[in-house]
């Protein structure tokens, strides 16, 4: 019985882990991940403008989700 119980416990704070470590780290990975786009953007572009370029990835990532 007592097995079972820190089973329990421990998969109910593994689970509470994931989800706050989830939300924190959301907005980085966002942003990285636009970055990466604006770099890739840079590299395949004859003309490079960042701005357009960050705007244009941006609405990219929102497309993704």
Not at 33 to 54: G, L, M, N, R
């Amino acid at each position: 019985m007592k097995n079972k119980t820190k089973n329990i416990i421990l998969l109910i704070v593994g689970i509470a882990f994931l989800l706050v470590t989830r939300t924190m780290f959301k907005e980085h990975n966002l942003k990285k991940t636009i970055s990466a786009c604006i770099v890739a953007e840079k590299q395949t572009s004859e003309s490079f403008d960042p701005v357009k370029a960050k705007k244009m990835c941006e609405k990219r990532m929102q497309k993704i989700k």
